[in-house]
C-alpha cells in the first residue's frame, strides 16, 4: 500500500506528507495509534485540543471501518489542508454562531458528545465567517430514529441558523454505541467555489 | 456478502472517490435537465420533477462541473455506483429553486439574494424541508443530502435502494470480480 498525497494546483498550504504508518506525525499534542487490525489509522486527542480558526473540534480524519487506509490519509491530508488553511487569522475564538450552534443542539438532543467545527475557512467565504459547519452529535435520543429523521432533528434545533448565515452543515448523528465504534468527525470535501462563477 | 461488498466499496472508493471535479470518464454523462422557466419553485412543478426519474439530484452547479463539494460528493457516489442516468438540477441557475438565504454574503451575487429576499416562493428547501443543498430522490422520495448518501454508500444500502429502483450497481460487478479472483 502506497501513500497518495497531492495538493490540489488552486491551493497554497503545503500538504502534510503522510505515510502509511504515520511514524511520528505530530501536530500540536495529537498522538496516533493504529488500530488492532492494522488498517486504520486513528488520531485521538491529546488533553489539549487543537484549536483550528474558530473551532472546537479536534481535526481527526474519517477511519470508517469500510474506507481503506489509502482513502483515510487522504481524508487527513485533507483536513489539514482545510484547519490550517488560509482565510482568517486563527485566533481560536468561537463566533456567536457557533456558540448558539452549540448550546442550541445541547438544550435539544442533551448530547454525550458534541463536536463542533466552523469549515467556513475552507470555503469561498471571506475570513471570520461562521457560513460552513461540521458537527458530530452522539445523543441516545437518535436510538431507532432513521438517519434522515436524525439529521431532521439537528436541523429542527438549529432553524434559525440554517434560515440565516449558515449554508452548509454536515452532519453526523450518532448513537453512543455507533460513536464508540468510530469516535471521528470526519472530514468535508474541499470546496469548489460555490456561486462564484468565475471559478475555471 | 456485505463485507465483501464494503471491501469492494472502499477499494472502489479509493480509486474513483476524488473530492475533485467531477469527469465523466468516458461515460456518457447524466441527463441534465434544467428546472425550466415559470413557477419553478411552485410545490407542483417540484413534486413532478422529483417523480418524472427514478434518481433525482438538486446541486450546485452540474455533474460536469460542480460547484461545491459536497454536491460534487453526491456525483462521485452516484458515479462510482455506476448511476448515469439521472436528473440533476443546478439550482445555482435558479435561485427561487435554491431559496437562496435571505442573509446577504459575500458568496452570493447581489441580484441573487435581492431576488429570493423579494420573492421566497416555495423552493426545492420548503418542498423537502431540508434547509441545505445537495438533495437527494430516490422513486420521488428524500433521501437526504451528502451526508446520509454517503452513509448508504458506505454501509451497502444505496446498492439495495438501486436494486429496488432497477438498477444494478456497478459495484456489485466489481465485487463480484473481487469474489472470483
Same mark, same amino acid.
Given at each position: 500500500?502506497?501513500?497518495? @498525497?497531492?495538493?490540489?494546483?488552486?491551493?497554497?498550504? @503545503?500538504?502534510?506528507?503522510?505515510?502509511?504508518?504515520?511514524?511520528?506525525?505530530?501536530?500540536?499534542?495529537?498522538? !496516533?495509534?493504529?488500530?488492532?487490525?492494522?488498517?486504520?489509522?486513528? !488520531?485521538?486527542?491529546?488533553?489539549?485540543?487543537?484549536?483550528?480558526?474558530?473551532?472546537?473540534?479536534?481535526?481527526?480524519?474519517?477511519?470508517?471501518?469500510?474506507?481503506?487506509?489509502?482513502? &483515510?490519509?487522504?481524508?487527513?491530508? /485533507?483536513?489539514?489542508? !482545510?484547519?490550517?488553511?488560509? +482565510?482568517?487569522?486563527?485566533? +481560536?475564538?468561537?463566533?456567536?454562531?457557533?456558540?448558539?450552534?452549540?448550546?442550541?443542539?445541547?438544550?435539544?438532543?442533551?448530547?454525550?458528545?458534541?463536536?463542533?467545527?466552523?469549515?467556513?475557512?475552507?470555503?469561498?467565504?471571506?475570513?471570520?465567517?461562521? @457560513?460552513?459547519?461540521?458537527?458530530?452529535?452522539?445523543?441516545?435520543?437518535?436510538?431507532? %430514529?432513521?438517519? %434522515?429523521?436524525?439529521?431532521?432533528?439537528?436541523?429542527?434545533?438549529?432553524?434559525?441558523?440554517?434560515?440565516?448565515?449558515?449554508?452548509?452543515?454536515?452532519?453526523?448523528?450518532?448513537?453512543?454505541?455507533?460513536? =464508540?465504534?468510530?469516535?471521528?468527525?470526519?472530514?468535508?470535501?474541499?470546496?469548489?467555489?460555490?456561486?462564484? =462563477?468565475?471559478?475555471? | /456478502?456485505?463485507?465483501?461488498?464494503?471491501?469492494?466499496?472502499?477499494?472502489?472508493?479509493?480509486?474513483?472517490?476524488?473530492?475533485?471535479?467531477?469527469?465523466?470518464?468516458?461515460?456518457?454523462?447524466?441527463?441534465?435537465?434544467?428546472?425550466?422557466?415559470?413557477?419553478?419553485?411552485?410545490?407542483?412543478?417540484?413534486?413532478?420533477?422529483?417523480?418524472?426519474?427514478?434518481?433525482?439530484?438538486?446541486?450546485?452547479? @452540474?455533474?460536469?462541473?460542480?460547484?461545491?463539494?459536497?454536491?460534487?460528493?453526491?456525483?462521485?457516489?452516484?458515479?462510482?455506483?455506476? &448511476?448515469?442516468?439521472?436528473?440533476?438540477?443546478?439550482?445555482?441557475?435558479?435561485?427561487?429553486?435554491?431559496?437562496?438565504?435571505?442573509?446577504?454574503?459575500?458568496?452570493?451575487?447581489?441580484? /441573487?439574494?435581492?431576488?429570493?429576499?423579494?420573492?421566497?416562493?416555495?423552493?426545492?428547501?420548503?418542498?423537502?424541508?431540508?434547509?441545505?443543498?445537495?438533495?437527494?430522490?430516490?422513486?420521488?422520495?428524500?433521501?437526504? +443530502?451528502?451526508?446520509?448518501?454517503?452513509? /448508504?454508500?458506505?454501509?451497502?444500502?444505496?446498492?439495495?435502494?438501486?436494486? =429496488?429502483?432497477?438498477?444494478?450497481?456497478?459495484?456489485?460487478?466489481?465485487?463480484?470480480?473481487?469474489?472470483? =479472483?
Amino acid at each position: 500500500m502506497h501513500a497518495r @498525497t497531492h495538493a490540489r494546483p488552486q491551493e497554497t498550504e @503545503t500538504t502534510v506528507p503522510v505515510s502509511p504508518h504515520l511514524p511520528g506525525l505530530s501536530r500540536s499534542e495529537d498522538s !496516533i495509534s493504529q488500530s488492532a487490525s492494522g488498517r486504520e489509522i486513528c !488520531i485521538h486527542p491529546a488533553s489539549q485540543e487543537f484549536r483550528p480558526r474558530g473551532g472546537t473540534a479536534v481535526a481527526k480524519p474519517e477511519c470508517e471501518p469500510m474506507l481503506s487506509g489509502q482513502l &483515510v490519509l487522504r481524508l487527513f491530508s /485533507m483536513a489539514s489542508r !482545510i484547519c490550517m488553511s488560509r +482565510g482568517s487569522a486563527g485566533s +481560536g475564538v468561537i463566533g456567536p454562531v457557533e456558540a448558539a450552534i452549540r448550546t442550541k443542539l445541547e438544550q435539544a438532543l442533551n448530547p454525550e458528545v458534541l463536536e463542533l467545527r466552523n469549515e467556513s475557512g475552507g470555503h469561498a467565504v471571506p475570513p471570520g465567517s461562521e @457560513t460552513h459547519f461540521r458537527v458530530a452529535v452522539v445523543s441516545s435520543r437518535f436510538e431507532g %430514529l432513521s438517519p %434522515l429523521q436524525r439529521h431532521r432533528l439537528v436541523h429542527a434545533a438549529l432553524s434559525e441558523e440554517l434560515a440565516g448565515p449558515v449554508h452548509a452543515l454536515a452532519i453526523q448523528a450518532r448513537t453512543p454505541a455507533q460513536w =464508540k465504534e468510530n469516535p471521528q468527525l470526519d472530514t468535508s470535501p474541499p470546496c469548489l467555489g460555490g456561486s462564484k =462563477k468565475s471559478r475555471n | /456478502m456485505s463485507g465483501s461488498l464494503g471491501r469492494a466499496a472502499a477499494a472502489a472508493a479509493t480509486a474513483l472517490l476524488r473530492w475533485g471535479r467531477g469527469v465523466g470518464g468516458g461515460l456518457r454523462g447524466p441527463g441534465v435537465r434544467a428546472a425550466g422557466s415559470g413557477g419553478s419553485g411552485s410545490s407542483e412543478h417540484l413534486d413532478a420533477l422529483v417523480k418524472k426519474d427514478k434518481v433525482v439530484v438538486f446541486l450546485k452547479g @452540474t455533474p460536469e462541473q460542480p460547484q461545491c463539494g459536497f454536491s460534487n460528493a453526491v456525483v462521485q457516489i452516484l458515479r462510482l455506483h455506476g &448511476v448515469r442516468d439521472y436528473a440533476a438540477y443546478n439550482v445555482l441557475d435558479d435561485p427561487q429553486l435554491r431559496q437562496a438565504p435571505s442573509w446577504p454574503s459575500s458568496e452570493q451575487n447581489h441580484q /441573487m439574494v435581492a431576488l429570493s429576499q423579494e420573492a421566497r416562493h416555495l423552493g426545492i428547501k420548503d418542498y423537502s424541508n431540508w434547509p441545505t443543498i445537495p438533495q437527494v430522490y430516490l422513486n420521488g422520495e428524500f433521501v437526504g +443530502g451528502c451526508d446520509i448518501l454517503l452513509q /448508504m454508500h458506505q454501509n451497502g444500502d444505496l446498492v439495495e435502494e438501486l436494486k =429496488k429502483l432497477g438498477i444494478r450497481s456497478a459495484l456489485l460487478d466489481e465485487a463480484k470480480d473481487q469474489d472470483s =479472483k
